[in-house]
């Protein structure tokens, strides 16, 4: 322990004793010190720059950007082909309710012991399932170039009610039975069988299930054809009037049928680079295969070959 006293005069510290101190061997290794500094940057000042530090300072090298490009290229060349999967998991739901819908239809025909049909609206691609207490209801085979529209289903039905009225005439008049208490009716099969020739009357099915049945927006029913069509039904030539019926009966039986879809254009256009989708029925089943493409059926067919 070093021990100091006070002058009381200055006030200043003094020790009590003093050490030897060299102070010019202290100014020269300083002196040194700061010499060798000195020649240090002046020789880092004097080397070059190594290239690895300019680098890493002055940017990307061409190498470097072509690398770069070349991984971001890359990465479109595999999203760009995927870009279509949106619209494929779209198809892929709307077909696959769509067979479903067509199989409820077949079981609630069995189940309930009376017709069914589905109704297609080609351009907006909307379906719905209607129903008749009519079990004597039949269709005739390749008989109807399209669908018939209001107009002429009322048309029809006028032409029906005047034809009858001709036959009641001919007929003849209502007879007092013999003991004059009752009338007695003119008798012919065609007034027996009115009921049985009058058109059903169709009522559409409003269960939650078959609420808010579509193909679109994105698709549209291209062409359709079952089994009392003589043609295919094109959305392309009949547009707004574009519908069709599908069938299907109590003894487990729905019409055999071709169904094209396609992605929508515009209003009655389909997209031709778009992938369509070819829907068959199976009558005695009532399921329904989809297929991707255009795929042209006979579906007269099975018949053909009995």
Not at 1 to 18: D, E, G, K, Q, T
Not at 230 to 235: N, W
């Amino acid at each position: 322990m070093i021990r100091v006293r006070v002058n009381p005069s200055s006030r200043r510290l003094a020790p009590l004793f003093s050490l030897p101190l060299d102070l010019n061997g202290i100014s020269c290794s300083l002196c040194q010190t700061q010499s060798e500094k000195g020649l240090k940057e002046d020789s880092l000042r004097q080397q070059p720059l190594d290239r690895r530090t300019l680098r890493g300072s002055a940017g990307f090298s061409l190498i470097e950007v072509i690398l770069v490009i070349a991984v971001v290229g890359s990465v479109f060349v595999m999203v760009l082909p995927n870009l279509g999967v949106i619209g494929t998991t779209e198809a892929a739901g709307k077909l696959s309710t769509l067979s479903g819908d067509i199989r409820s239809a077949f079981d609630l025909a069995v189940l309930n012991r009376k017709p069914y049909r589905m109704v297609f609206e080609f351009n907006s691609g909307d379906y719905y399932l209607e129903t008749t207490d009519r079990t004597d209801f039949k269709i005739m085979p390749e008989s109807l170039e399209r669908e018939l529209t209001e107009d002429d289903l009322r048309q029809r039905e006028e032409e029906f009610n005047e034809l009858y009225e001709e036959y009641k005439e001919l007929a003849g008049k209502e007879v007092e039975d013999e003991e004059g208490e009752t009338m007695i009716p003119p008798t012919s099969p065609v007034l027996k069988a009115f009921d049985q020739l009058k058109p059903p009357k169709w009522t559409r099915v409003n269960d939650i299930e078959w609420i808010g049945r579509s193909l679109g927006p994105y698709y549209a029913i291209q062409d359709m054809q079952t089994e009392h069509h003589a043609r295919l039904i094109r959305l392309q030539e009949y547009e707004d009037q574009a519908v069709a019926y599908l069938y299907f009966f109590p003894h487990g039986y729905v019409e055999r049928a071709v169904i094209h879809i396609g992605a929508k254009l515009d209003d009655y256009e389909i997209d031709p680079e778009e992938i369509p989708y070819t829907v068959t029925t199976r009558p005695y089943e009532g399921l329904a295969d989809v297929q991707s493409g255009y795929i042209e059926v006979n579906i007269f067919e099975d018949r053909e070959r009995r």
